[in-house]
Structure formats: structure tokens, C-alpha cells
């Protein structure tokens, strides 16, 4: 069956915050100069805000710019933020520490970023922008001349050995004078084109966190609304850096989370078991022993920043918010910058646009940002986060203090970043970690805990977890890394079983439980572990997160 295909002047690729804040802004111009401009969103989750996973206190500074009358439109920015406090942890204690400048919070908002794209994509459509949740980007289309012509959505109906079922439904071509991909932290397409296009020429390799988030209705004696807390140290160890986050909401809701960095070097670490961990620490159990969690996600995030930035355009399109990498490590956010980029970009498509002879690539866009608030802020810091990597927890401490009270930002040099996936040493190498069972009250286990993540395939589908070469996982990450997969993914997807017909084990991948994190795509240490798209509507439904 033949894809059937439609034109557009834009197509953007991920219904996010900056996705949604470049098309608003392209339709913004157009009708301010009364010009016709056709624009296009397609978004892989069911619906819009599906899948967005975020702290997320929010900076509404690109909102205050894209919606001056954001409070008069309903936007859901509700809980102004409060107390700020910053906590270093021992293992049955902890200390206050000054908060750092970057993580005041007076004047920011605790939010669900997933309902804020839902906001932004009722302000989307009702501007006329076509917003398609439900089909996933599978496919960039190229021209003739090597530049970008658009995407294909995926096939619907594919069974597990890849023929078409007998509810086969072909994908449908979108084709754009330019296409936006905004998929977020490592977007599969947007890696595929930063490799076609050589865009990271010129940067270090992106590096990475994962995040992992709980959403919990706690006894309203211990809920302080707009309170912020940071924790540093246990239950970490000195060579990994990582920290949590406790968000008090409206409602008696507090969002609870942690972040690891993915260059973390003993493969025995399990992001989700330092989590679940983390809870039980007596400061943090209080606020959850009369409560009930309600919501579960995980989401890799950028931690790269400004010189893990790659080259932003090429023929026919442009990267832009996480798909590139604009988050402020140590402030904790990347919303803000994400929506400015993608409204940077959506002023450069429009001049081009409009130009007697539309341009092939959008030149004025890396322009427009170096010429904006986000280079600047991203400059400042960025050597806080790769000092950790440099010299370890006490050192990236004390030099971050340095930094940022003695130098302001204004070093005369830059910390190269490395690639995560070449951090992990031999397992015989490192120590292994004995992590406590789950009681089922404060910590949890994989399963139940992704059971509340709602997430969802079509289970004949492909697995779209694909290895580059089927030995490896056992023949190396499993000889050498005692199978660390089984550890990095906080979903359960990768499970190694004993092989009756072959003896030993063998790597069973259980699709069905992947939450879209993309944590195995990047700290796989033989990177054999390929994330591509599975059908549209599938993977996590956050609601609220």
C-alpha cells in the first residue's frame, strides 16, 4: 500500500514544550503580517502531554514572552514556588547547606509539565495548527539533494515478524519547506540526522541523567504547598553525581524524584533501587508514611549543556529544545530554555519563509540564539557539572563553589564532557550493592511501579528495542558488565533468563514495559541497543505528570 502525504510550510516533530511554544510562535507572525502559513505537530504519545516527565519547577520566563496574559488564559501555572531548602544526606542524617544561587526559586512555578503542554496545545489548535497525537515520527524523508523533505509516521498494524497484519494501515508522509524536531532528550530521528549531517563536529558528546519520578497524595500534616528540597550525597557514593528533588504541590501532593548521572562507572548501580532507597532515608520517610503514591515515570535527561550543544540546522530543518540539549544542570531546568529555542527557531522559519528565496537552511537561527538570554545563561555554567565528572563529588563541590561565588561563570576556560556509555568498568572490578527489598509502603518494586505509569503496546508489534548484533548482551555486557541492562532500565524491559535449548542465559527484552526513557539507547556499553519508535499511541500515559 502506497503512503498517501501532505504538505505543509512547517512540520514539527514532539508535541513538548518547545515543539509547541515554535509552532505558536510561527503562527504568532503569521498572523501579525497577515501571512498564510501552514503548520504541523505530530506527537508519538496517545495524546498530547502523554509523555512529557519533568520536575518541574518552572522559570516562566519564555512563557511571559510567547503569552504575556498566560494567567488570563487558564495556563497551568498554580503553585507559586516557596521555601527553598538544600539538603546534604548522610546515611541517617543531614546537614542544610546554603541554597546556590542557581536554584533560588522566587518567582518560579511548580508545575506538571505534562499539563502545561496540554494548555499549549489547546492554545495551538485553537490558532489553527494541526495537532496529530497518536503518530510517531518513524521516518525522515529526504529530498533529491540530500536535504530534508519531512518525516513518515510509522505503520499502525505490524505484527512481531514484520509483515503487515489485517489491520495493517500504512504511515502517512508530511512533507515541509522545513521540519522542527522536537522529540526531546535523545530523539531517535534527531540522532540519526546529528549523525547524517555530522552536527556534532564542532561539541563534545551529550551526556546524560536519568530521572525518575513518583507523584504521591501525602497526610496533609507534613504537605507545606510551593516548598522546595534538594538533596545531595547518600544514598549515593562519592564517584557518582546525582541528587533528588521533593516539589510540594496543590492538593496534598508532593512529586518526589532522583537523578543519577548516566556516566556512573559500577555497572552493579541501579538507578531505580537508589531511588526507592533514597525514600526510606528518615528526613524523606516522614513525608510518605501516611501517604499514597499515585503516578510513576522515568525520562533520560540532557546534561551536556553548552558545549555538548551541536550544530543546530541543516538542509531542510533544525534541532530544537532537548533534542539538542539546552538544559541548565545546575539550576534544574530546561523548560524555559527549551521553549526559547523553539520560538528562536520558529522567528528564523518565518523570515525564511517569507524571504523571495526561501534559504536551505535556517542560518539565523543558531544566530538569533547566540544573539538571545540562553547563550549567556548556559555559558555561565557550564563547568559545574563536568567538574563532578572531573574530580568527583568533593571536588566538583568545592570547585562549583568557586565557580560560581569567586570566578561568576567568567573562567577562561571549558571542561571537555565525555560519552556516558564508556564510563562503565568490568564488574569484577567494582563493588557490588546490596539493595533492601521493597516493603510495599514507601519503596517498590519495577513492575508495580510501571503498572502506574500506564504504560501500553500493541503487544504483536515489533520490538522496537533492537540490538545492532543479538551476541553481545550475553557474550560481552553480560561476561564482562554482569548484564547491566537488567539494572539501568527502571522499567524491567531487560531481563536475562536461563536458555534451556543453548545453556547459560539469554537476553529476554520485554517490550511491553518500556516507558520511553532512553536510558538503555545511551549507557548500553558496547551501545548495541538501538531505541526506534514503536507504533504511535504506544508507551507511558502520564496524566498528570
Not at 547547606?97 to 494548555?119: A, D, E, F
Not at 513525608?287 to 525520562?299: L, M, V
Not at 500506564?454 to 564482562?480: C, F, R, W, Y
Request: glycine share 10%; proline share 7%; with cysteine.
Amino acid at each position: 500500500m502506497e503512503r498517501e502525504s501532505m504538505e505543509f510550510d512547517v512540520v514539527v516533530v514532539g508535541a513538548g514544550v518547545s515543539g509547541l511554544s515554535a509552532a505558536i510562535r510561527l503562527m504568532q507572525l503569521a498572523q501579525e503580517h497577515e501571512k498564510e502559513i501552514t503548520v504541523c505537530v505530530v506527537e508519538k504519545g496517545s495524546e498530547v502531554g502523554a509523555h512529557t516527565l519533568s520536575g518541574a519547577v518552572m522559570e516562566p520566563r519564555s512563557m511571559n514572552e510567547l503569552f504575556p496574559d498566560w494567567k488570563e488564559r487558564g495556563a497551568p501555572l498554580n503553585v507559586p514556588a516557596g521555601k527553598d531548602e538544600f539538603l546534604m544526606l548522610s546515611e541517617t542524617g543531614g546537614i542544610k547547606l546554603p541554597t546556590p544561587p542557581q536554584m533560588h526559586n522566587k518567582g518560579n512555578y511548580i508545575v506538571s509539565l505534562g499539563n502545561v503542554c496540554r494548555w499549549l496545545g489547546e492554545q495551538a489548535e485553537a490558532m489553527g495548527i494541526e495537532v496529530y497525537p497518536g503518530f510517531a515520527a518513524a521516518e525522515v524523508l529526504f529530498n533529491e539533494d540530500g536535504s530534508v523533505k519531512g518525516i513518515a509516521t510509522g505503520d499502525m498494524g505490524i505484527q512481531r515478524d514484520g509483515t503487515p497484519g489485517p489491520n495493517h494501515e500504512p504511515g502517512m508522509e508530511l512533507h515541509a519547506k522545513y521540519t522542527f524536531f522536537a522529540e526531546g532528550c535523545r530523539g531517535s530521528l534527531s540522532e540519526q540526522l546529528i549523525k547524517k549531517f555530522d552536527l556534532r563536529k564542532n561539541s563534545d558528546p551529550q551526556t546524560y541523567g536519568i530521572g525518575i519520578k513518583e507523584l504521591w497524595e501525602v497526610d496533609p500534616e507534613v504537605h507545606e504547598e510551593g516548598k522546595i528540597t534538594h538533596t545531595t550525597g547518600w544514598p549515593l557514593d562519592k564517584n557518582t553525581y546525582g541528587g533528588s528533588f521533593l516539589y510540594h504541590l496543590d492538593n496534598n501532593q508532593v512529586v518526589v524524584g532522583f537523578v543519577i548521572g548516566l556516566d556512573y562507572e559500577n555497572p552493579h548501580l541501579s538507578p531505580f533501587d537508589e531511588f526507592q532507597r533514597f525514600k526510606t532515608h528518615p528526613k524523606v520517610r516522614k513525608i510518605f508514611e501516611k501517604g499514597r503514591r499515585i503516578s510513576y515515570g522515568a525520562r533520560a535527561l540532557n546534561e551536556g549543556g553548552f558545549q555538548s550543544i551541536p550544530d543546530l540546522v541543516f538542509p531542510g530543518g533544525c534541532l530544537i529544545g532537548c533534542s539538542a540539549g539546552f538544559m541548565n544542570v545546575p539550576k534544574i531546568k530546561g523548560s524555559h530554555t527549551a521553549m526559547k529555542t523553539g520560538m528562536l527557531a520558529a522567528e528564523a522559519a518565518f523570515e525564511a519563509l517569507t524571504a523571495e528565496t526561501p534559504p536551505a537552511s535556517m542560518e539565523s537561527y543558531p544566530e538569533k540564539l547566540k544573539n538571545s538570554w540562553v547563550y549567556p545563561e548556559l555559558h555561565k555554567v557550564r563547568n559545574i557539572r563536568p567538574s563532578f565528572a572531573k574530580w568527583g563529588y568533593w571536588g566538583g563541590m568545592a570547585y562549583s563553589a568557586v565557580d560560581t561565588y569567586l570566578l561568576g561563570g567568567k573562567a577562561p576556560w571549558t571542561f571537555k564532557n565525555h560519552a556516558d556509555h564508556a564510563c562503565l568498568k568490568p564488574a569484577a572490578d567494582m563493588p557490588k550493592i546490596d539493595y533492601p527489598k521493597p516493603d510495599g509502603k514507601i519503596s517498590f518494586d519495577k513492575l508495580s511501579s510501571v503498572f502506574l505509569s500506564n504504560t501500553n503496546h500493541e503487544e504483536d508489534q515489533p520490538i522496537h528495542l533492537t540490538l545492532k548484533d543479538a551476541s553481545v548482551p550475553v557474550d560481552v555486557n553480560l561476561a564482562v558488565y554482569d548484564g547491566p541492562e537488567a539494572r539501568f532500565c527502571p522499567a524491567g524491559v531487560y531481563e536475562f533468563v536461563e536458555d534451556e535449548d543453548k545453556g547459560g542465559k539469554r537476553l529476554q527484552i520485554n517490550a511491553q514495559n518500556c516507558v520511553h526513557c532512553k536510558t538503555c539507547d545511551i549507557k548500553d556499553p558496547t551501545q548495541n541497543i538501538v531505541w526506534v519508535v514503536p507504533e504511535g499511541g504506544g508507551g507511558p500515559n502520564y496524566p498528570n505528570m
